[in-house]
């Protein structure tokens, strides 16, 4: 029987698989919020970080969750769009898993609401990791001694009493390791260093929080940034594939959806027209069509290319079209779909390049360190 997952959450400090706690990482960022059912352990962590680094738990032994979220390119793959089970390619840019653990819900289109949920839907993609069902991967756990002793220890089961849902709390307590705070921005902000930022960083911070109105959707609060607000906004990327046929592939999606046994996963992955519907192919709310996730701007300098479909290479990329008031003109009828932020802002050369400055600052040394080895 499938456990059930109980709603309380509990916030704990983090503590490293050596039993350390890291508050260099967390200069910045609020506690970690950790799920009741699922405490941090040390042997937890371990049994995690071994399962997400294992590619026999893929159709071709050849795919591991590190294949498309590795700790050399910011826990990403620095693809457009990621490669997968026979080097098959989805829709989607790989997000970041560096704190991952903050959002309050996981995809670009939030389609999971923790990383327990996430991690098990990509072992049975067909253009991930290409399994026919969890079962297959799971009998391949339970053939491997050291797994089993592994199990026993941290969840007390082991053979056929292993559960997919053992395995998605491993991975997931391994990910809630990886965060990142202590920025050249938050020694700056947040520990009192006045010299962390160069002043062409501090002039962009300044435009951040003002006259480029990026800080509506990227917070920043008294105490933390997580700069992101958990919430899914439509600016204008990737919408054009789909003009003059929105409405009908709208359509299309939800009657599949209403009929059949629709598997999501597959569906966005797949089909490029049902991906640009974002947030929409979730909720079936017509406003959030073609909506995505606000993505936290911490280490942007580890995780090109950009935007859900990947589509913009660079930084001064990512400036350029926030500043053009994005691809959607405002007299284009998709622009009715737009985010209300989503307009030119008039930014100068110089503007531009603070700004780009800013967002440089925001890379924690630990990740940036170890993408640089």
């Given at each position: 029987m499938k456990p059930t997952v109980p709603a309380v959450l509990t916030v704990v400090m983090l503590v490293s698989v050596n039993g350390?706690?890291?508050a260099d990482a967390m200069l910045g960022?609020?506690?970690?919020?950790?799920?009741a059912d699922n405490p941090q352990t040390t042997d937890k962590i371990k049994l995690g970080d071994r399962l997400y680094h294992d590619k026999r738990l893929s159709a071709d032994g050849k795919v591991s969750c590190s294949t498309c979220h590795a700790k050399e390119k910011g826990f990403t793959d620095n693809l457009q769009v990621s490669k997968g089970f026979q080097d098959q390619t989805g829709t989607r840019n790989a997000p970041t898993v560096i704190n991952?653990?903050?959002?309050?819900?996981?995809f670009w289109d939030g389609r999971e609401p923790d990383l327990e949920g996430q991690s098990k839907g990509p072992f049975i993609n067909p253009v991930e990791g290409g399994l026919a069902n969890h079962e297959v991967l799971l009998e391949k756990v339970r053939a491997d001694d050291d797994y089993n002793l592994a199990f026993t220890k941290v969840f007390g089961v082991s053979g056929k009493k292993i559960h997919i849902d053992h395995v998605a709390k491993a991975i997931a307590s391994f990910e809630r390791t990886i965060i990142g705070g202590n920025s050249a921005f938050d020694r700056y902000q947040y520990?009192?260093?006045k010299t962390a930022l160069s002043r062409a960083a501090q002039r962009g911070l300044k435009l951040f929080r003002n006259k480029a109105r990026c800080v509506s959707c990227h917070t920043i609060e008294q105490t933390q940034a997580l700069f992101t607000d958990n919430r899914f906004h439509n600016i204008g990327v990737g919408f054009k594939k789909i003009k003059g046929k929105e409405a009908k592939t709208a359509s299309a999606f939800i009657k599949k959806k209403n009929n059949s046994r629709l598997d999501l996963d597959v569906e966005v992955l797949t089909d490029s027209n049902v991906s640009e519907l974002g947030r929409f192919a979730v909720t079936g709310n017509i406003t959030e069509v073609g909506a995505f996730k606000t993505p936290s701007l911490r280490n942007l300098t580890l995780t090109a290319p950009y935007m859900h479909d990947g589509s913009l290479k660079t930084l001064?990329?990512?400036v350029d079209f926030y500043n053009n008031g994005g691809r959607i003109k405002q007299n284009?009828?998709?622009s009715g779909f737009l985010s209300g932020g989503i307009r030119p802002l008039k930014l100068s050369k110089q503007e531009k390049k603070d700004l780009v400055a800013f967002l440089e600052s925001l890379t924690s040394p630990k990740f940036d360190k170890l993408a640089n080895k």
């Open positions: 350390t706690a890291i960022l609020p506690a970690l919020p950790i799920p991952a653990a903050y959002m309050t819900s996981q520990g009192g260093d001064e990329e990512v284009d009828p998709l």
